[in-house]
């Protein structure tokens, strides 16, 4: 399981993390960028530029974090625990584990919904 051991992360990516995942070695190897938002660690200030970027990068982060709350509202299930063999099963059609098949239905079914994005 998992985004990073099959081939969905494509050179041009981005891939936004929190500051303590530590994939940045395994996003590189895909070509691709991890964006993870500025912070001071020993400087008094940020440069304007990475202010803005990280103003950015927290708008788009807003809309991630709603759909996620969407998506968790709409299927409680995801926040029981789960038996093993649905995280380890590996389906036959193309070796994704159980797990990712159901998120991904979800996740279907949430992009059916009205957006939370306001336009």
Not at 78 to 88: D, E, G, K, Q, R
Request: charged share 20%.
């Amino acid at each position: 399981c998992g985004i990073l051991a099959r081939d969905n992360l494509l050179p041009g990516h981005q891939l936004m993390a929190d500051r303590g995942f530590t994939v940045s070695e395994a996003v590189g190897l895909h070509c691709a960028e991890l964006v993870i938002s500025p912070f001071t660690k020993g400087q008094k200030q940020l440069a304007q530029v990475k202010i803005d970027r990280s103003r950015q990068h927290s708008r788009v982060r807003i809309h991630v974090e709603r759909v996620i709350g969407t998506l968790r509202q709409k299927f409680t299930f995801l926040h029981a625990t789960l038996p093993i063999n649905v995280l380890m099963h590996a389906t036959t059609s193309n070796e994704r584990c159980m797990f990712d098949e159901i998120v991904v239905v979800c996740c279907a079914l949430c992009n059916l919904c009205p957006s939370v994005v306001p336009f």
